[in-house]
Each structure stands twice: as structure tokens, then as C-alpha cells.
């Protein structure tokens, strides 16, 4: 993984939606007068939403002022946590794990039909800010595996054809159907139950 | 307390003490790279680690000793033998081998060009914990220098991460601008986007680093620490007296460092009085010089005192005045008021900035509560007083008190950021006599140990001896002084802005009964009624003032001063003579001579003995010696050094003769003594590092970068 750091053009200003304050401020009120700082997870994250999937060096200005926390401890956590992006990301931004046990289960065949299909880099935009796509580390699907994140959808059961028809399909503005591409409900033994048979639905 | 093993030998201990504490108290020393008396804990170095044999049995695992408490061990059972803590077991060396050669996995070798070596913890260390080799092979982990400003050097490649840096900006500079972004691998400390730290007390994070990320700028590649002659002596900047040492090298300062004194800085010091070497060696004067033709020429040390002898003999003593600067050591100001005693001059002052302080008792002008024990208070009232420019290491200290306790502080002054909460009053000093049934008149009587402290924004102004009124009589009705005060506790503060003042009135350096004081002398100058002014380093007023009078500067800069003056007499800076200074507690402390002055220039109060033998007042000391010894007849507590006085006993008597009644002037805003920190003396003046940090800090430098 490469050092998280801000990017190096930044965008001159940050505010958050009405919508999006008054969510803030509802999430700083859960917690004891003096322990605002403790919602600055959650706050960066709707931010991150709202910029379009990255999180901006005004944005942490705004958040710490919100906050009263000093600039320098945004900055700590927003380069902390890898779910806040750094940098732009594409509408779609194509999470592919690599643990461990996707790994085993064949997410390199995932990877390589990302860089066929989206763009040879990682981290890197393509398609006229269509998508771009990441390796992440565990997402805890790990019995669906192999498996990537597009959005808030997670897509499992992959290997080399699957991923490039799902990708394809965002391609052409299509929506894939999110869930187990071999059609397995949830993580139930593939070709059917192999225990408890006798068990009615 | 407890009783517990510590390699095989029992002791009884404070159960509140860490392991390490525990440890160190019995003599056994534990190595450490994170842990720092003064900071809070943090346990992320790992290099304290020792083993804890619970009941007899072996731990399942070293532990990190700065971080546990004695008390947190489970209670000894019933036969089993006492808990026990090994330092010095195979286990012990093992993981302490273990912790130091991951230290060094990513620490360049760069030992022979970085400015720590010789002073560095790591290094130390690395030859009682280190290997003579390296089991890594892969790349080291190279990381981006940052900027901190003009005074600390970074070298982050040898940062350890033991995170001093940003726990001391955050808990006792009260700047929360240090952090490690990144945590993990790519884990660096920086500012935010790298602007510069804003604190006066910058330069203390340069001796908390335990290697050489964090090193001195000025300094950079400039001398060894073996080869540094190393004098403990006493800084100038301001009127606390910190302790530090001066390190030289043949005949030029090279550094400033704090020394521990618990009572006085504990071991910080402000940016000022660690970076103001520079200025000992520009600006300097090196010789005699007189005015000729309107031009000031060099001179020899003979035509220099037959120049002011010829103007003094020509000039009858109510016509003479004398000044004293606020850098002069107590044995320079006895001098001259000896010389001008002898000569008949009445006209004497050592207040240059016109503080309506001095007459009546002592305590009326000191900080009465004392530096180590202001922290105890849990309600303190500054009165046109900025601690943080007038006096930034008591600023920490009243941020502790803050932060131990929750002490409250308000002040009556233009709205400043302290780096603590303040409860501002405004800036009508007319409040203080209006303060019944006020919200702080009330904060304050309900406070256990009240205190307030005058600064010399309140007491330079012309209703000054007013103000001072107002603060003791507040003082009276709040508690602070007087038989309200808690077992003994006074709370009676004044916090000077020069080192020489409070020594200059313990020896009454002020006007005699027919004499003028600093505002009669001006005028005297104007209505042409005073034709002669010895300046002793007398630099802060302003030189037009001194109209066509006869100027003699003796002094250790080409400052204001020696630009007006008609002759120059050099003399020694506060590094080049002994001297003795008393704090603004109104203790004694000895500065020492680090290094000798520059060329003719001579320590103050033998120029000044030099002087009285060519004026045919010869003055009764031929050596230091003889000198002290008068000094300590006339202020007999000097005698003891290092020693603040004891509060006094309380007697209104004796607080109703500070100060004087008369009007406070409400329309005149209290504003700050010190408008730019960096530049109060001449010395710093003559610094190019702390012009540098002047123009940034204050020139609108650092807001450009913040923004």
C-alpha cells in the first residue's frame, strides 16, 4: 500500500447540504457534551459521500472546525482509515478484495479482468470519470469468495467471465444484480444443501 | 504504599508510582525512548520493558514498565511470595534487543553527519541494546523532511515515532498542531500542510526528540557536543531567571539549552532565550567610541572617560541623570548608583518604561505566589499582563494549572490567545474598582488559592500606581492577600518584563527625595534642565527623547541607545560576565561567564569602577569579591542564591503603602506590554533568527500558510 497523503490539486472549497449538516449535527448530539470529536468517523464519511467518493483537504478544514478539533487531527484520521479516498475515484469506484481468501479463491482472475476492462492502474481514473477500481484488503465475505464491492453493493462468487460480464453490464449503464453471480442465495454449500436434506423449507 | 521485589530486593513504595518510576526510584535504569516526566504517557516505544514475576511465577510476557502502575498488580495472596519486577534478566535484555532492532530496521546509518550524535538517546542505547548488524535486507523506509519553521531542522527518515514532539505541543505549548498522519507503516509527524509550529516554546521539542529528527536550524552542522565548553548560567530574555546552560567553543556561543530547575522553568525555555545566540555576535560593540564633528569615531578607553569626565565636572549633579536598561546585572547597577551617589546625581531610575512600581514594600512588587506555586491556584486574574509574550515558560505553567485543576483565568487586557480558556473582562482597567458583586469578583472569593498578576501593560501607563492600588485592595477583598489567604497563600502577583528590574529596586536605584524619576528626566532633557544621561543598556525609549542632552551608553549593543549616544563604553553581554540577577520572585540567581567579550569591551561593573577613579570618585571595590560583599550588605537576601522569599506573614500595613490612590483612566485601553515577542532587547534585536521568526509569526507569514 503507498503512503496516504492528501492529493496534490485540491478543490478551493467544502460545505456540506443542508441535509448533510443536519445529519451532522443530529450524529455529534449522540454523544456527552465534550466527546463531540467522537462522531469525526461518520461525519468524514458522509462528506466523502457528498464529494463524490474522496475526502479533500478543505473538507477536513470544515469537519475540524465543526468539530473543535484542531486541523492537524483530521488530517491524523482522514489518513488513517483506507475507506477514506485521497484522491477522486470514478462514479463507480470498483473495490476488488485480495485477502487472503479471496486470494485463494482466484482474485487475481478478478484483478486482471478489472485492468482489462476498466484501465490498466489501479487508484486511477478511466472512462471520463466513469469508474476506477481498487484493491482493498478483507471485506468479510469471505465465503462468497471471491468478491468485489461496486458502491455500497457487494458482488460475489466471481471469477474471469463473471466479472467482465459485470462489468460490461456497468459499462452500458446496466445494473447488475448485486449478491452471488452463481446464483447461490446466500452462503449456502453450492449445488444445493448437503446436510439437514430431510428439512422442509 | 507497597511492598514489592525489585530484582530480588524488597522495597516499600508508592503504589501510584509506574514500574518505571518504581524502577528509577531504587536506582535501577530502564531504558526509554516515548516516556517523559513531564509529558503524558504514552507506551509506544516499548523499550522499557521489564519482566513481572507475579507470586513467584514467571510473567507470560514482558511489560512495558512506563505504562503500568504498581497498583494495578493483583493483591499478593495469602503464603505466596511478594509480586516482583526483574530489570536485568535474560528475558528482560532479550526484548529489549528485540524492540531496538526494530528501531534501527528503518534509522539511517547517517550517525557521522547528524547533528544528535554524541547527545542521542538512541544512539546510547543502541550500545547496550543494539547488534553489530542488520537481519533486514530490504529497503529502508525513506520519509519527505518537513517544515517547521525557521528554528527546528527535520531529518524524518531518523523520527522513531515516539510521538514527544507532538504530546509536548499538545499538552504544555497548548498548540495542537503536531500529528502523526498515516499511522501504520507510512506513519510521519508533521503540521498541518507543514506551516510553521506557532509557539514560543518551539525549540523544547528539539531536546524531547531522542534522535535526530527534530534538531536545532541555527545550529545545524555547526559543532560536536564533546567539543562544546558546557556554563551554567541564567537567561535575560525575561524576568523568570531560567536556568540555562550555554554551550561555547573558543570565543562564540554556539547554543542555548534549558537546565532543570523545578521552581523556575522546570526544563523548558522559550524560543527566545534558546535562539538569541546569533545576536551575541553581530551588532556588537568592541570598543570605545566618542562623538566628534557630530560623528561618532572609535576611541581609546582613556579618551572615552576624558570625554565624560570633561562633561561631568562642567556639569552640576542636579543636571545629571542616570538610567538603568533591563539586562544589567545587580553588580553593574550598584556600581553606577554608587558613582552617581558619590557625584551628588539625585536623578536615578531604573524603570525605562516608566512602571509605577518600587516604592513601599518589596512585595509589592514581586511575584509574591512564586513560579511553583502559581500552578496551585485555581483562580488567577491577569491584569494587563500576556503571559505568553511577556513570559512564555509561565505561560505553560498557568496552562497546567488549567489542566491539573481546572483553575480558572480571567484577564483584563486586550483579547490575546493564551493557548487555554479565558474568561475575558475587557479592557477597562476602571473595572477593578467596580468589581463588587461583579461574576469575577465573585469567581475569585469563591476560589480556594486566588491570584492575580499585573503585568507592565497596567503598570507602565500613567495611572499605573492607580491600577496597582485597585489590584492590592481587589487583592485585600478577594483573599488573595491579607488574613483571608489560605495557610500563608499569597496571592499577590507582579510579573516583570525585564531581568534587571527587580534587582535594580531591591538596591533602590530610583530617584532620591530632591531627584526626578524617567518622566522628569525626559522633561528635564526638554526644558534643557538636564544636560547629561548615563544610560546603562538602556535601549526601549525613544532616543528623541533624549534631546540635546550629553549621552553616554554603556551597553553591549549597537542599539538605539549607542546610536544617540556621545560616547560608548562596550561592555560585557549577559554570556561574557558574572553577575547576579533576581527573578521576577525575587529570587537571586548567578549568571556565569560562558565566554569573554568581544574585543575592548569590559564587564559592566568594572568599566564602571574605571570610570569613578578617572572622576576622582574612586569606589570602594578593587575586585568581584569586594563588590558582592557591599552588594550583600545592602540587599542582604541576596546572600542566599536560588532561594525565593517565603511569603510574608500577612500585614495590612504593609499592603497599604503600594501603589497610590488616584483616577483610573477608563477611556484608555489596556493593551499589551510586549507588541513583538521576538524583539524586546537588544540583543534579539541583533539576531537574525529571531528577525526571521518576527517577520513570519508576526509579519502575517503564518497566516499565509495556515490559510
Given at each position: 500500500m503507498s503512503a496516504r497523503r492528501l492529493a496534490a490539486e485540491q478543490p478551493a472549497s467544502f460545505a456540506f447540504t443542508p441535509e448533510n449538516l443536519a445529519w451532522a449535527k443530529q450524529q455529534i448530539a449522540k454523544y456527552p457534551a465534550g466527546r463531540q470529536a467522537s462522531a469525526i468517523v461518520?461525519?468524514?464519511?458522509?462528506?466523502?459521500?457528498?464529494?463524490?467518493?474522496?475526502?479533500?483537504?478543505?473538507?477536513?478544514?470544515?469537519?475540524?472546525?465543526?468539530?473543535?478539533?484542531?486541523?492537524?487531527?483530521?488530517?491524523?484520521?482522514?489518513?488513517?482509515?483506507?475507506?477514506?479516498?485521497?484522491?477522486?475515484?470514478?462514479?463507480?469506484?470498483?473495490?476488488?478484495?485480495?485477502?487472503?481468501?479471496?486470494?485463494?479463491?482466484?482474485?487475481?482472475?478478478?484483478?486482471?479482468?478489472?485492468?482489462?476492462?476498466?484501465?490498466?492502474?489501479?487508484?486511477?481514473?478511466?472512462?471520463?470519470?466513469?469508474?476506477?477500481?481498487?484493491?482493498?484488503?478483507?471485506?468479510?465475505?469471505?465465503?462468497?469468495?471471491?468478491?468485489?464491492?461496486?458502491?455500497?453493493?457487494?458482488y460475489e462468487d466471481l471469477d474471469a467471465a463473471s466479472t467482465e460480464k459485470?462489468?460490461?453490464?456497468?459499462?452500458?449503464?446496466?445494473?447488475?444484480?448485486?449478491?452471488?453471480?452463481?446464483?447461490?442465495?446466500?452462503?449456502?454449500?453450492?449445488?444445493?444443501?448437503?446436510?439437514?436434506?430431510?428439512?422442509k423449507a | 504504599m507497597t511492598k514489592i521485589l525489585i530484582d530480588g530486593v524488597e522495597h516499600d513504595l508508592d503504589p501510584t508510582l509506574t514500574m518505571l518510576q518504581a524502577c528509577e526510584a531504587v536506582g535501577?535504569?530502564?531504558?526509554?525512548?516515548c516516556y517523559h516526566e513531564r509529558l503524558s504517557i504514552a507506551g509506544n516505544c516499548r523499550m522499557c520493558l521489564i519482566e513481572v514475576k507475579m507470586g513467584g511465577r514467571p510473567g507470560p510476557k514482558p511489560v512495558a514498565s512506563c505504562a503500568q502502575q504498581l497498583r494495578d498488580l493483583p493483591p499478593v495472596k495469602e503464603g505466596q511470595p511478594l509480586h516482583e519486577l526483574v530489570t536485568n534478566s535474560a528475558i528482560v535484555k532479550k526484548a529489549r534487543e528485540g524492540v531496538m532492532e526494530f528501531l534501527l530496521l528503518n534509522h539511517p546509518l547517517d550517525c557521522p553527519i547528524c547533528d544528535q550524535g554524541g547527545e542521542c538517546d538512541?544512539?546510547?542505547?543502541?550500545?547496550a541494546y543494539g547488534m553489530d548488524h542488520s537481519r533486514f535486507s530490504e529497503n529502508k523506509r525513506a520519509v519527505p523532511d518537513k517544515y517547521l519553521g525557521p528554528l527546528i531542522k527535520t531529518i524524518m527518515t531518523r523520527c522513531i515515532h515516539c510521538t514527544r514532539c507532538i504530546r509536548f505541543a499538545a499538552e504544555v505549548a497548548g498548540v495542537d498542531e503536531l500529528g502523526a498522519i498515516g499511522r501504520g507503516e507510512d506513519m510521519e509527524i508533521t503540521t498541518y500542510l507543514e506551516h510553521a509550529m506557532a509557539s514560543e516554546l518551539s525549540g523544547n521539542v528539539i531536546d524531547l526528540c531522542p534522535v535526530g529528527a527534530l534538531t536545532s536550524k541555527p545550529y545545524a552542522f555547526t559543532a560536536r557536543p564533546w567539543e562544546l565548553r558546557k556554563t551554567e548560567t541564567i537567561d535575560v530574555m525575561d524576568a523568570l531567571g531560567s536556568n540555562i546552560r550555554v554551550d561555547a567553543r573558543g570565543r562564540e556561543v554556539m547554543r542555548i539549552l534549558p537546565r532543570n530547575h523545578d521552581d523556575v522553568n522546570e526544563e523548558w525555555i522559550s524560543d527566545k532565550s534558546r535562539f538569541i545566540w546569533d545576536g551575541l555576535r553581530r551588532q556588537r560593540l568592541d570598543t570605545p567610541y566618542v562623538r566628534k564633528n557630530g560623528k561618532l569615531a572609535k576611541a581609546s578607553w582613556g579618551e572615552a572617560f576624558a570625554a565624560i569626565a570633561a562633561k561631568?565636572?562642567?556639569?552640576?549633579?542636579?543636571?545629571?541623570?542616570?538610567?538603568?536598561?533591563?539586562?544589567?546585572?545587580?553588580?553593574?547597577?550598584?556600581?553606577?548608583?554608587?558613582?552617581?551617589?558619590?557625584?551628588?546625581?539625585?536623578?536615578?531610575?531604573?524603570?525605562?518604561?516608566?512602571?509605577?512600581?518600587?516604592?513601599?514594600?518589596r512585595e509589592g512588587y514581586l511575584f509574591n505566589t512564586r513560579l511553583g506555586d502559581i500552578e496551585d491556584a485555581d483562580a488567577i486574574l491577569l491584569i494587563g499582563c500576556n503571559p505568553r509574550t511577556e513570559a512564555p515558560v509561565l505561560n505553560a505553567r498557568l496552562r497546567k494549572a488549567w489542566l491539573k485543576h481546572d483553575a480558572k483565568i480571567l484577564r483584563l487586557g486586550a483579547p490575546a490567545d493564551l493557548t487555554y480558556p479565558v474568561m475575558e473582562l475587557g479592557d477597562d482597567p476602571a473595572i477593578l474598582r467596580k468589581s463588587s458583586g461583579s461574576e469575577f469578583a465573585r469567581i475569585l472569593k469563591d476560589a480556594k488559592r486566588p491570584a492575580l498578576i499585573l503585568g507592565m501593560g497596567a503598570l507602565t501607563r500613567g495611572d499605573g500606581a492607580a491600577i496597582l492600588k485597585a489590584a492590592v485592595t481587589l487583592g485585600g477583598e478577594t483573599g488573595m492577600i491579607g488574613p483571608g489567604g489560605e495557610g500563608g497563600w499569597n496571592g499577590f502577583n507582579v510579573l516583570h518584563t525585564a531581568a534587571a528590574r527587580v534587582g535594580a529596586l531591591d538596591l533602590g536605584f530610583l530617584p532620591a527625595e530632591s531627584g526626578r524619576?524617567?518622566?522628569?528626566i525626559v522633561q528635564g532633557i526638554?526644558?534643557?534642565?538636564?544636560?547629561?544621561?548615563?544610560?546603562?543598556?538602556?535601549?526601549?525609549?525613544?532616543?528623541?527623547?533624549?534631546?540635546?542632552?550629553?549621552?553616554?551608553?554603556?551597553?553591549?549593543?549597537?542599539?538605539?541607545?549607542?546610536?544617540?549616544?556621545?560616547?560608548i563604553l562596550p561592555g560585557a553581554a549577559y554570556t561574557e560576565q558574572s553577575g547576579i540577577y533576581m527573578n521576577t520572585e525575587g529570587r537571586a540567581q548567578r549568571a556565569n561567564r560562558a565566554v569573554f567579550p568581544p574585543g575592548e569591551a569590559k564587564e559592566d561593573w568594572a568599566i564602571l569602577r574605571a570610570l569613578s577613579d578617572v572622576l576622582g570618585?574612586?569606589?570602594?571595590?578593587?575586585?568581584?569579591?569586594?563588590?558582592?560583599?557591599k552588594l550583600v550588605l545592602e540587599v542582604p537576601h541576596v546572600a542566599v542564591l536560588d532561594k525565593a522569599p517565603e511569603t510574608p506573614a500577612p500585614d495590612a500595613a504593609l499592603w497599604r503603602e503600594i501603589g497610590a490612590a488616584g483616577p483610573i483612566d477608563g477611556g484608555q485601553k489596556l493593551t499589551d506590554a510586549i507588541a513583538d515577542f521576538y524583539l524586546t532587547n537588544p540583543i534579539a534585536r541583533a539576531s537574525a533568527t529571531m528577525a526571521e521568526c518576527s517577520r513570519l509569526h508576526l509579519g502575517g507569514g503564518l497566516k499565509a500558510a495556515a490559510e
Open positions: 461518520p461525519i468524514i464519511w458522509r462528506a466523502q459521500e457528498q464529494q463524490g467518493g474522496y475526502v479533500t483537504e478543505p473538507m477536513l478544514r470544515v469537519i475540524g472546525e465543526m468539530l473543535g478539533l484542531s486541523y492537524i487531527r483530521v488530517y491524523e484520521i482522514a489518513t488513517f482509515y483506507t475507506m477514506f479516498n485521497l484522491a477522486p475515484v470514478g462514479r463507480h469506484l470498483v473495490q476488488v478484495c485480495t485477502t487472503t481468501p479471496c486470494m485463494l479463491r482466484g482474485s487475481d482472475d478478478v484483478v486482471a479482468a478489472c485492468k482489462k476492462m476498466i484501465g490498466p492502474k489501479p487508484h486511477t481514473v478511466y472512462g471520463e470519470g466513469l469508474w476506477s477500481w481498487m484493491e482493498v484488503e478483507c471485506l468479510g465475505a469471505c465465503v462468497n469468495a471471491p468478491m468485489l464491492q461496486i458502491g455500497s453493493d457487494y459485470l462489468l460490461a453490464d456497468l459499462k452500458s449503464g446496466k445494473a447488475p444484480k448485486p449478491g452471488s453471480q452463481i446464483g447461490r442465495h446466500s452462503s449456502e454449500p453450492r449445488g444445493g444443501p448437503t446436510t439437514l436434506k430431510e428439512v | 535501577k535504569e530502564i531504558p526509554r525512548f538512541l544512539q546510547d542505547q543502541a550500545m561631568v565636572r562642567a556639569t552640576k549633579p542636579e543636571r545629571m541623570a542616570a538610567l538603568v536598561g533591563d539586562l544589567a546585572p545587580m553588580e553593574a547597577v550598584m556600581a553606577l548608583k554608587d558613582l552617581m551617589v558619590a557625584l551628588g546625581v539625585p536623578n536615578l531610575d531604573c524603570r525605562q518604561d516608566g512602571a509605577a512600581i518600587g516604592l513601599g514594600p524619576d524617567i518622566f522628569g526638554g526644558e534643557h534642565a538636564i544636560d547629561f544621561v548615563y544610560l546603562l543598556g538602556v535601549d526601549e525609549i525613544d532616543m528623541a527623547l533624549m534631546g540635546n542632552a550629553f549621552v553616554v551608553y554603556q551597553g553591549s549593543h549597537g542599539d538605539r541607545g549607542a546610536e544617540r549616544a556621545d560616547v570618585k574612586r569606589l570602594p571595590y578593587d575586585d568581584l569579591i569586594a563588590l558582592r560583599k
